[in-house]
């Protein structure tokens, strides 16, 4: 079976080395990349979009992030298979990509064999495909922690306020009002317990979400 393949990362030389590494394999064809949510949404939106098995992605990209990507895609083309290609590596992150639709979750520090058998993994309809670095995340005790309770928009915030992005820039980001990332910034620090910013980047370094 040839298994093809859209790409979505941000970075031109990843893509291109993704590339490469597939159209080594018979079986794999990159038939589509983009360099963000937005584009690779847009393209499966067309009345003629390439052929697509899986796809690809990065979850921290401008514009739409990989979250809300997965997201949309697993409500609009629920065959359409997806698999996170990511430098994060905390159960965290892990977590919350599964929950948003991901198939599949391999770190950028994974020797290129993995992404490849793992790409051929949620092909063939496997779910919960891990690189063998995270392979026992989810079940970690870090799994009962605060933050894996926030709702999927909650963690998209949560991840902007650790970049230091203003709310505004968040809000435009996700396409939501300022007063709702404001509403989103208020329970997760109640869902946290942290009073203030400090507090908060230091919940986060103690979780390793960034």
């Known amino acids: 079976m040839t298994?093809?393949?859209?790409?979505?990362?941000?970075?031109?030389?990843?893509?291109?080395?993704?590339?490469?590494?597939?159209?080594?394999?018979?079986d794999c064809v990159?038939?589509?990349?983009?360099?963000?949510?937005?584009?690779?949404?847009?393209?499966?939106?067309?009345?003629?979009?390439?052929?697509?098995?899986?796809?690809?992605?990065?979850?921290s990209m401008p514009g739409r992030s990989?979250?809300?990507?997965?997201?949309?895609?697993?409500?609009?083309?629920?065959?359409?298979?997806?698999l996170v290609f990511s430098m994060h590596d905390s159960p965290a992150?892990?977590?919350?990509?599964?929950?948003?639709?991901?198939?599949?979750?391999?770190?950028?520090?994974?020797?290129?064999?993995?992404?490849?058998?793992?790409?051929?993994?949620?092909a063939a309809g496997e779910q919960r495909v891990l690189s063998p670095d995270i392979a026992d995340a989810p079940a970690q005790p870090a799994?009962?922690?605060?933050?894996?309770?926030?709702?999927?928009?909650?963690f998209q915030v949560l991840q902007g306020l650790l970049a230091g992005d203003a709310l505004d820039v968040i809000a435009e980001r996700l396409h939501l009002s300022a007063k709702t990332v404001s509403n989103h910034q208020t329970l997760i620090r109640q869902k946290l317990g942290v009073g203030n910013a400090v507090e908060l980047l230091r919940y986060a370094q103690l979780h390793r979400l960034f």
């Open 3 to 26: 298994v093809h393949v859209m790409l979505v990362d941000d970075h031109a030389v990843v893509r291109a080395g993704y590339r490469r590494l597939l159209e080594l394999e018979p």
């Open 30 to 59: 990159v038939s589509a990349e983009c360099g963000d949510g937005d584009a690779a949404y847009a393209l499966l939106q067309q009345r003629q979009p390439p052929p697509v098995d899986v796809i690809v992605l990065d979850l």
């Open 143 to 154: 799994a009962q922690a605060p933050h894996l309770a926030l709702s999927p928009r909650e």
């Open 66 to 82: 990989g979250f809300d990507l997965l997201r949309r895609i697993a409500l609009r083309w629920p065959t359409l298979r997806r």
């Open 93 to 122: 992150m892990v977590a919350q990509a599964l929950a948003a639709g991901a198939d599949g979750f391999v770190t950028k520090s994974s020797p290129p064999e993995v992404l490849v058998a793992a790409l051929r993994r949620v």
